[in-house]
């Protein structure tokens, strides 16, 4: 079990560009979470993935935002035409059934210039 | 949707002290959990807990579920501890589960 792992760490962009973020969640979890945090803030949720089935997507994720999760194994975030108000860091949780905490990844820290 | 008040908003101890962190939350959950954020930025979970009583090491949360609110006790501070804590909750028969977090306690341990 190496955890959740998230990459790249650190993403700079120029505003306009088309970014995406890969997840690698826990093997064995079923549950995967996306979420934002915004500098002084609690992470925002954005959308959860159960196994390949995308279950709910927060009014956050405007239409420019997109995930999926092929084969319910690694998930990824896609953020088209990057606006500034962009910048965050965007988190990643994997859990296996509701009935337990979530494990967080490390991260993509996003900054559009 | 739920709302989250946690305090207090900062916390300033000395190494060694014992801290109660609160949440209050304005809708019943089934899903509530504590995190702390190191100041590296890593989120680490503490307690799932969205009712009753459970204890790690030093740390342990209560949930008063028919009350709305949440405490986490922090006993023998040591400066490790230091960090954000969040307590975050959702309510899935409300068909949402993504968790909504809470502004967070900024806890400093002075050596």
């Known amino acids: 079990d190496t955890g959740v792992s998230q990459n790249p760490r650190h993403k700079i962009t120029k505003r306009g560009q088309n970014v995406t973020f890969r997840c690698d969640p826990i093997?064995?979890?079923?549950?995967l979470y996306w979420y934002r945090q915004t500098l002084g803030q609690g992470p925002e949720f954005l959308t959860y993935f159960q196994n390949e089935a995308q279950l709910e997507k927060s009014r956050l994720l405007s239409d420019r935002f997109s995930a999926e999760r092929p084969k319910g194994s690694f998930s990824t975030l896609e953020i088209q035409r990057t606006e500034q108000g962009d910048s965050a860091m965007y988190l990643c949780?994997?859990?296996?059934?509701?009935?337990?905490?979530?494990?967080f990844g490390s991260g993509t820290r996003l900054t559009v210039v | 949707g739920i709302q989250v008040e946690q305090s207090p908003p900062d916390l300033i101890l000395q190494e060694g002290a014992n801290s109660t962190l609160r949440c209050n939350f304005s809708d019943s959950v089934n899903n509530l959990q504590w995190f702390h954020q190191n100041p590296w930025g890593q989120l680490i979970n503490l307690f799932y807990?969205?009712?009753g009583t459970k204890q790690n090491g030093r740390l342990s949360a209560t949930t008063v579920a028919t009350e709305r609110y949440s405490l986490l006790y922090i006993s023998s501070s040591q400066t490790t501890d230091s960090g954000v804590y969040f307590c975050?909750?959702?309510?899935?028969?409300?068909?949402?589960?993504?968790?909504?977090f809470g502004k967070g306690t900024h806890l400093i341990i002075q050596p």
């Open positions: 807990i969205p009712s």
């Open positions: 975050a909750v959702a309510n899935s028969g409300g068909g949402a589960d993504g968790l909504t």
């Open positions: 949780a994997s859990s296996l059934v509701l009935a337990y905490g979530y494990t």
């Open positions: 093997s064995e979890h079923n549950r």
